[in-house]
């Protein structure tokens, strides 16, 4: 498996990965108005990488370089456990100029523990679209 960036080629593949995903993740939101198209909206200005294994697309992380922010961070919930959030997240943590960070929805709790098992540490509550999300910062350098 590798990490590398973006090609144009890879759209058709990750809308359909993120919409995937996101039904998997958010299973306490109605998620019947989520479409392909949320893909372009969600990552546009971001810099983004995918992990691909023999040239099948395994997910991706998109990163605000500016502000050193995790925006997304999917994985093809079909897959079982191998590696690509770690994989996809050292990607990214390797584009940080400074402390990295992210939001995640408190009720993502499969996510917050894979950040937690990564050194990544809870520093305020916010509320956002009256859902609560943790501001995580990654590990010190």
């Not at 198209?37 to 200005?45: I, Q, W």
Request: net charge positive.
């Amino acid at each position: 498996m590798q990490t590398r960036p973006y090609r144009e080629a890879d759209r058709p593949f990750l809308r359909t990965l993120y919409l995937a995903a996101r039904k998997a993740a958010f299973t306490w939101r109605d998620t019947e108005d989520y479409r392909l198209e949320d893909f372009d909206r969600s990552t546009l200005g971001e810099d983004i990488w995918v992990a691909e294994d023999q040239g099948k697309l395994l997910g991706f992380v998109s990163i605000y370089r500016q502000d050193n922010f995790i925006h997304n961070l999917y994985v093809d919930p079909h897959l079982p456990p191998r590696g690509v959030g770690t994989a996809l997240l050292q990607a990214a943590e390797r584009t940080f100029t400074a402390t990295g960070s992210l939001k995640c929805l408190v009720k993502n709790e499969k996510a917050l523990a894979f950040y937690r098992k990564h050194g990544w540490q809870k520093i305020t509550t916010g509320n956002d679209g009256g859902e609560e999300y943790y501001l995580l910062h990654s590990p010190k350098k």
